[in-house]
């Protein structure tokens, strides 16, 4: 019934790991995102796909790396992971037709804490 | 300056009252705009779009103003369920890419 879900929830790993989190989505949507929150709430775009294309690509450190395997899933990999990438990432999908300027559905999110 | 900007509050009012906020942009080409609303520890959820003309769901009236670069949200008859975070979002598009900008949020919370 979820219509955008990631894993998982919660996630807390110690500085220099690798890890994953992982974005699905059953909404039939064509565009994806990957956005991340920070202590101070701020709420910031990192990646956008569309159709499994990748069309926004904020300047995030290239530890950060996204993979749309098909149109329901994105999934972002952390490589070597630092204390500043504590955060609450949000995945979120829009329907097809002239995204960005549709309504975009959010996951629940996925709280990383690294230590 | 800030490309959206808001005021973080909180605004703290008693149920009943109207509450306004503002939302400023940068990007003269900005062209689409929205209002969310974040729970606490929760995603943000669509609240409205905001058109040109302005646009009315419920209680809540969005307007927008292209001339002066900002979008309000007016809630009137505010309930205790009203107490969240509201953040503004403004898209637009250069060249071949999009651009999606959030707001900081404006916490809002309501008192019995």
């Known amino acids: 019934d979820t219509a955008v879900s990631q894993t998982p929830k919660y996630l807390v790993t110690q500085m220099g790991n690798d890890k994953s989190i992982k974005c699905e989505q059953n909404?039939?949507?064509?565009?994806m995102y990957w956005y991340k929150q920070d202590s101070k709430k701020f709420l910031k775009i990192m990646f956008s796909y569309n159709n499994k294309e990748l069309i926004i690509n904020e300047t995030v450190p290239n530890r950060f790396s996204p993979k749309s395997p098909d149109k329901a899933h994105l999934n972002l990999h952390i490589n070597s992971l630092e204390l500043g990438d504590s955060a609450v990432y949000f995945c979120?999908?829009?329907?097809?037709?002239?995204?960005?300027?549709?309504?975009?559905?959010f996951g629940p999110g996925t709280r990383l804490t690294v230590l | 300056r800030k490309e959206v900007e808001q005021d973080p509050g909180p605004f703290n009012v008693p149920e009943g009252a109207t509450v306004a906020f503002n939302c400023t942009y940068s990007?003269?080409?900005?062209?689409?705009f929205f209002w969310y609303r974040q729970d606490c520890r929760k995603e943000p959820k669509l609240l409205m779009s905001v058109y040109s003309s302005g646009n009315e769901d419920g209680r809540f009236t969005a307007q927008l103003n292209r001339a002066s670069q900002y979008i309000s949200l007016l809630i009137r008859d505010s309930k205790l369920s009203d107490s969240a975070t509201y953040l503004c979002?403004?898209?637009?598009?250069?060249?071949?890419?999009?651009?999606?900008?959030f707001g900081s949020g404006t916490r809002l919370s309501i008192r019995p």
């Open positions: 990007n003269s080409a900005s062209q689409s």
């Open positions: 979002v403004v898209s637009f598009r250069y060249s071949s890419a999009s651009k999606i900008i």
């Open positions: 979120a999908s829009s329907p097809p037709g002239g995204a960005p300027y549709n309504e975009q559905f």
């Open positions: 909404l039939g949507h064509d565009t």
